[in-house]
């Protein structure tokens, strides 16, 4: 594959993305957003997917420092891109349950950082998953993460979740993997980690800024990157089965992953196991979302792993954004080409079962109703572009507690989303399951940490609070929107 220039692909990924087109449109919106130094060549496109650095806990106990950067390998290329020790994605920190995971952060950054270990279910206290903390420019903030013994097994990841400089940060290219294992739990012949990111560089490898507009629609990257890499190659045998772990750490674009000519196993979806693995042949992953898939190809050839293009609603109608509105496309790309050699061979089977949890099934004691807003001019405050984007008509105030939760209990909560455009939710700590939702999804009874709330729409979600009491903070997780005030506190009280 032949290093393309990123400006063609610009210009086809423009027309679908509308964010940037249509701003033209708008009094200039969005000129920020454009690459001033013209626009970034990709270094290198095809070369060998190489993985992150893994660490290792040894003997249930794992110590790493993080200096958050600017500095990072990105597409071939040495950019301005903000790394982890250099490198985004950061290293790959690898933990069993019962382990201690312990995190010295440095900022190196000009603004206010802190990490949190998204969907690890942990204590959010102290120095633990807490994301109230701040870590100042220049300095550092020793974090441990008590990884509790029965910690089901999984494909996490870790971000910087300081309210205000998330999106900005993980768009420069903050993220890692997080990965709780128990030993070789699938007969595979490959384990990888492919953390799926983007970004916009510009000539000079500068991170371009976000505009109003890029904010308000929740900005998406022109480059999308795996493991840091440009359309990078996969290469195995017939006959292998192979675990992906793909994460999806953009900070607001929709994957809607697909492997043409292979079929997709799905075994795990953000860091919980199905019951058994799933076929499929398209596989949505809001922000935030993980999932494990098994590969098995049988007959040599190329295979390439795309997103399809998804729609994520659009603004037109209302109030004040005029008539013809922003359209939220995630476009259509491809992420990676899986190359497959040898002569025809038989994959091992898939596995019958897989370790899932245990399904909750205490009686619901408490009822919930939370509503996600977006409007021009309405309370809440004044986001990007004049656009107050609310949860209860409220925007995120650390102090105050939104949600009080009685520790012990099972809870359900209906999430209603007023605005016409998806959004993520997102609850730290604390996985629930899907039990309905306005668009007639079946229940999968599966785990997770993040759900699209359909544009207009409304998700309903089984929640047991009955491990690591303590206060925390539910979101969108388009980074944009996070960090715009879509965010409140839970405080689980024992
Ligand atoms: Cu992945 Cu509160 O975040
Ligand atoms: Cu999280
Ligand atoms: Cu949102």
Redesign the pocket.
């Given at each position: 594959m032949s290093p393309a220039p990123i400006s063609r692909r610009r210009a086809l990924g423009l027309a679908g993305l509308g964010v940037a087109s249509i701003a033209a449109g708008t009094a200039g919106w969005l000129a920020t957003a454009q690459n001033p130094g013209g626009p970034f060549h990709a270094g290198a496109s095809g070369e060998a997917l190489r993985e992150p650095q893994i660490l290792d806990a040894r003997a249930g106990r794992l110590a790493v420092a993080l200096t958050a950067a600017a500095g990072a390998r990105l597409a071939g290329r040495d950019t301005s891109a903000l790394g982890y020790n250099g490198t985004s994605p950061g290293p790959t920190l690898r933990v069993r349950p019962g382990d201690d995971l312990a995190v010295r952060v440095t900022n190196r950054l000009d603004q206010p950082t802190n990490l949190?270990t998204?969907?690890l279910q942990i204590s959010p206290l102290g120095n633990s998953d807490n994301p109230f903390l701040r870590i100042d420019p220049g300095a550092s903030f020793d974090y441990l993460f008590r990884i509790p013994p029965d910690h089901p097994a999984g494909t996490h990841w870790y971000h910087p979740h300081h309210h205000g400089t998330v999106a900005d940060q993980v768009f420069g290219g903050l993220a890692g993997a997080l990965l709780v294992d128990r030993g070789p739990e699938l007969p595979v012949t490959a384990d990888r980690v492919l953390v799926v990111t983007d970004t916009t560089l510009d000539a000079d490898g500068r991170i371009a800024a976000a505009g109003p507009m890029d904010r308000m629609m929740g900005r998406q990257g022109e480059l999308v990157l795996v493991n840091g890499q440009h359309q990078p190659t996969i290469a195995a045998s017939t006959g292998s089965m192979e675990r992906w772990r793909i994460i999806n750490g953009c900070t607001s674009r929709v994957l809607a992953l697909r492997l043409p000519g292979q079929p997709l196993a799905q075994v795990a979806l953000d860091g919980a196991f199905l019951p058994a693995p799933a076929s499929t042949d398209r596989l949505v992953l809001a922000p935030?979302n993980r999932t494990d898939l098994l590969i098995r190809p049988d007959t040599a050839g190329r295979f390439q792993l795309t997103t399809d293009g998804y729609d994520r609603g659009s603004t037109a109608g209302m109030t004040g954004m005029g008539r013809r509105g922003q359209t939220a496309t995630s476009p259509a790309s491809t992420l990676a080409t899986l190359t497959v050699d040898g002569p025809p061979r038989q994959p091992p089977p898939l596995p019958a079962s897989l370790p899932a949890p245990t399904p909750n099934t205490a009686p619901i004691t408490t009822r919930r109703r939370i509503t996600f807003a977006m409007g021009m001019g309405t309370g809440g405050g004044m986001g990007p572009g004049g656009m107050g984007f609310t949860i209860d008509g409220r925007t995120f105030d650390p102090r105050r507690d939104d949600q009080t939760v009685q520790f012990g209990r099972t809870e359900e909560w209906t999430i209603t989303n007023l605005s016409p455009l998806a959004h993520p939710f997102?609850l730290?700590v604390w996985p629930f399951t899907v039990v309905a939702d306005s668009i007639g999804t079946p229940p999968t009874g599966t785990h997770q940490?993040v759900v699209l709330v359909p544009a207009q729409g409304w998700v309903r979600l089984r929640i047991p609070f009955t491990a690591n009491p303590g206060r925390s903070v539910y979101h969108c997780h388009i980074l944009d929107h996070e960090d715009a005030g879509m965010m409140s506190t839970i405080n689980v009280r024992a």
């Amino acid at each position: 594959m032949s290093p393309a220039p990123i400006s063609r692909r610009r210009a086809l990924g423009l027309a679908g993305l509308g964010v940037a087109s249509i701003a033209a449109g708008t009094a200039g919106w969005l000129a920020t957003a454009q690459n001033p130094g013209g626009p970034f060549h990709a270094g290198a496109s095809g070369e060998a997917l190489r993985e992150p650095q893994i660490l290792d806990a040894r003997a249930g106990r794992l110590a790493v420092a993080l200096t958050a950067a600017a500095g990072a390998r990105l597409a071939g290329r040495d950019t301005s891109a903000l790394g982890y020790n250099g490198t985004s994605p950061g290293p790959t920190l690898r933990v069993r349950p019962g382990d201690d995971l312990a995190v010295r952060v440095t900022n190196r950054l000009d603004q206010p950082t802190n990490l949190h270990t998204h969907d690890l279910q942990i204590s959010p206290l102290g120095n633990s998953d807490n994301p109230f903390l701040r870590i100042d420019p220049g300095a550092s903030f020793d974090y441990l993460f008590r990884i509790p013994p029965d910690h089901p097994a999984g494909t996490h990841w870790y971000h910087p979740h300081h309210h205000g400089t998330v999106a900005d940060q993980v768009f420069g290219g903050l993220a890692g993997a997080l990965l709780v294992d128990r030993g070789p739990e699938l007969p595979v012949t490959a384990d990888r980690v492919l953390v799926v990111t983007d970004t916009t560089l510009d000539a000079d490898g500068r991170i371009a800024a976000a505009g109003p507009m890029d904010r308000m629609m929740g900005r998406q990257g022109e480059l999308v990157l795996v493991n840091g890499q440009h359309q990078p190659t996969i290469a195995a045998s017939t006959g292998s089965m192979e675990r992906w772990r793909i994460i999806n750490g953009c900070t607001s674009r929709v994957l809607a992953l697909r492997l043409p000519g292979q079929p997709l196993a799905q075994v795990a979806l953000d860091g919980a196991f199905l019951p058994a693995p799933a076929s499929t042949d398209r596989l949505v992953l809001a922000p935030g979302n993980r999932t494990d898939l098994l590969i098995r190809p049988d007959t040599a050839g190329r295979f390439q792993l795309t997103t399809d293009g998804y729609d994520r609603g659009s603004t037109a109608g209302m109030t004040g954004m005029g008539r013809r509105g922003q359209t939220a496309t995630s476009p259509a790309s491809t992420l990676a080409t899986l190359t497959v050699d040898g002569p025809p061979r038989q994959p091992p089977p898939l596995p019958a079962s897989l370790p899932a949890p245990t399904p909750n099934t205490a009686p619901i004691t408490t009822r919930r109703r939370i509503t996600f807003a977006m409007g021009m001019g309405t309370g809440g405050g004044m986001g990007p572009g004049g656009m107050g984007f609310t949860i209860d008509g409220r925007t995120f105030d650390p102090r105050r507690d939104d949600q009080t939760v009685q520790f012990g209990r099972t809870e359900e909560w209906t999430i209603t989303n007023l605005s016409p455009l998806a959004h993520p939710f997102h609850l730290h700590v604390w996985p629930f399951t899907v039990v309905a939702d306005s668009i007639g999804t079946p229940p999968t009874g599966t785990h997770q940490g993040v759900v699209l709330v359909p544009a207009q729409g409304w998700v309903r979600l089984r929640i047991p609070f009955t491990a690591n009491p303590g206060r925390s903070v539910y979101h969108c997780h388009i980074l944009d929107h996070e960090d715009a005030g879509m965010m409140s506190t839970i405080n689980v009280r024992a």
